[in-house]
């Protein structure tokens, strides 16, 4: 597509051990699941910046919307993923699906299940 400029998505992570949180002993499968379409995004040509709590505390309070919302939904609320400077989505991760919804990248469809020749009973 020419001349299409595709969205910047940033993710405001609460207090994760490393960048991803995908680490330590005991690992959340939403965090890993996210972490491999963010790489499958950027692959694609995705530009998604992630900031977590514990280390970049200053980049949320820096950000006036992200601020204002930690001032009034909490850090429990979080993540809130920004997509163009704007609120996308909060309290959870976005599946694959919305990631290219937001970012315009094309899905392949789900491979379907081979048609069946079988039909009234009788089978070739």
Known sequence: MEGFIMAIIQIFD???????????????QALVSFA???????????QIERFNLAQQPMVFAENPLVRD???????????????DGEVALAGR????TELA?????????PESAPA????GGRCC
């Open 116 to 119: 069946s020749c079988c039909a």
């Open 36 to 46: 491999a379409d963010v790489d499958w995004a950027r692959q694609n040509g995705a």
């Open 14 to 28: 609460p207090a994760l051990c490393c960048s991803t949180g995908v680490c330590g002993v005991e690992v959340d």
């Open 93 to 96: 991760y976005p599946k694959r």
């Open 69 to 83: 919302f930690l001032e009034r939904s909490g850090q429990e609320a979080l993540p809130l993923i920004l997509v």
């Open 101 to 109: 919804r937001w970012l315009g990248i094309a899905m392949a469809p």
